[in-house]
């Protein structure tokens, strides 16, 4: 059986992650999280999991549970998330560091095979082209939380050269699904639609995002791990297909038959890139099939038990 250890366990990615691989019987996996942003809620409830309360960045604790087990791989996405808390706490997003250095120093020295580390579309900043690649963009953002992740990247890359221990690096571009919590912007949206209340668009919503709904994130991510893929290499994973804030809070409010309008308010004085798309050529040729658009993944968010109204 193969073990397999996911920080932040207890967050959306990670515990959707987690669903995946508990569906197949070869996997055992343990989760750890210090709950500052994930939720027990969502730990799968399965025998061949395991929740380990647990801090990446106190290194007492994550040694404890990585010398105690022979983990195979580990998928270390533990992270301080969410643009309005990264911005308001940049000292505790640059504590994140010492929790990737502990997770990489650990993994070399209990014969985990490869390190698969969530970095971010946020480590590209304003964009100087469009799609974003992985090789040819520069990574421009100065804001912590992308600093972080970059300095995650360069330490992935120094410790496959100096030991030999393999990696992979996701930049995630807003995957989204029934589990995200209220924090980001389509859960949020949805709440406030459901609700009938003012759906706030910073600026005048002309911003531009892609959105990956979270079973085409967790399936490329498996298919890599089974079958050897994108070794010590960097991917996106996001969705080509851009939309403007102003668009899917319509298109919320469509869905939801909401009586909600759209609220405009000032743009934010930082951290509300103007747009974001992704190079996705190295996932589509990993999934072989086309993504699960915005539009059916809402639906399939407002199908969940998750956001039937109450």
Same mark, same amino acid.
């Given at each position: 059986?193969?073990?397999?250890?996911?920080? &932040? &366990?207890? &967050?959306?990615?990670?515990?959707?992650?987690?669903?995946?691989?508990?569906?197949?019987?070869?996997?055992?996996?343990?989760?750890?999280?210090?709950?500052?942003?994930?939720?027990?809620?969502?730990?799968?409830?399965?025998?061949? $999991? !395991?929740?380990?309360?647990?801090?990446?960045?106190?290194?007492?604790?994550?040694?404890?549970?990585?010398?105690?087990?022979?983990?195979?791989?580990?998928?270390?996405?533990?992270?301080?998330?969410?643009?309005?808390?990264?911005?308001?706490?940049?000292?505790?997003?640059?504590?994140?560091?010492?929790?990737?250095?502990?997770?990489?120093?650990?993994?070399?020295?209990?014969?985990?095979?490869?390190?698969?580390?969530?970095?971010?579309?946020?480590?590209?900043?304003?964009?100087?082209?469009?799609?974003?690649?992985?090789?040819?963009?520069?990574?421009?953002?100065?804001?912590?939380?992308?600093?972080?992740?970059?300095?995650?990247?360069?330490? $992935?890359?120094?410790?496959?050269?100096?030991?030999?221990?393999?990696?992979?690096?996701?930049?995630?571009?807003?995957?989204?699904?029934?589990?995200?919590?209220?924090?980001?912007?389509?859960?949020?949206?949805?709440?406030?639609?459901?609700?009938?209340?003012?759906?706030?668009?910073?600026?005048?919503?002309?911003?531009?995002? !892609?959105?990956?709904?979270?079973?085409?994130? !967790?399936?490329?991510?498996?298919?890599?791990?089974?079958?050897?893929?994108?070794?010590?290499?960097? %991917?996106?994973?996001?969705?080509?297909?851009?939309? !403007?804030?102003?668009?899917?809070?319509?298109?919320?409010?469509?869905?939801? &038959?909401?009586?909600?309008?759209?609220?405009?308010?000032?743009?934010?004085?930082?951290?509300?890139?103007?747009?974001?798309?992704?190079?996705?050529?190295?996932?589509?040729?990993?999934?072989?099939?086309?993504? %699960?658009?915005?539009?059916?993944?809402?639906?399939?968010?407002?199908?969940?038990?998750?956001?039937?109204?109450?």
């Amino acid at each position: 059986m193969v073990h397999i250890l996911i920080t &932040g &366990g207890a &967050g959306f990615i990670g515990s959707s992650l987690a669903d995946r691989l508990l569906a197949d019987d070869r996997y055992q996996v343990t989760l750890v999280d210090n709950l500052l942003t994930g939720e027990m809620g969502k730990v799968p409830h399965h025998p061949r $999991c !395991t929740f380990v309360s647990g801090d990446v960045n106190r290194y007492e604790e994550i040694a404890a549970i990585m010398t105690s087990h022979a983990f195979d791989y580990v998928f270390h996405y533990a992270a301080v998330v969410g643009v309005k808390r990264t911005i308001e706490n940049p000292v505790m997003v640059l504590r994140d560091i010492e929790g990737i250095r502990n997770i990489l120093s650990l993994s070399k020295n209990t014969g985990v095979k490869r390190v698969f580390f969530s970095s971010s579309s946020e480590v590209y900043g304003e964009p100087v082209e469009l799609p974003q690649h992985e090789e040819r963009t520069p990574l421009n953002s100065r804001l912590p939380y992308a600093v972080v992740k970059n300095v995650g990247e360069s330490y $992935c890359r120094s410790y496959q050269k100096e030991y030999g221990l393999d990696f992979t690096i996701f930049r995630f571009f807003n995957t989204y699904g029934p589990k995200q919590s209220t924090d980001f912007v389509i859960s949020k949206f949805i709440r406030l639609a459901r609700a009938n209340q003012n759906i706030p668009v910073y600026g005048d919503g002309s911003q531009t995002r !892609t959105f990956c709904y979270i079973t085409d994130n !967790t399936e490329c991510t498996v298919r890599m791990l089974e079958q050897g893929l994108m070794v010590n290499e960097v %991917i996106n994973i996001g969705s080509e297909k851009d939309v !403007t804030i102003l668009e899917l809070a319509e298109l919320i409010i469509r869905l939801t &038959g909401s009586k909600s309008k759209v609220e405009f308010l000032p743009p934010l004085k930082e951290g509300d890139m103007t747009r974001r798309k992704p190079d996705a050529s190295k996932m589509m040729k990993i999934l072989h099939h086309d993504l %699960i658009s915005l539009e059916e993944g809402i639906r399939k968010i407002l199908a969940s038990e998750v956001f039937q109204p109450s």
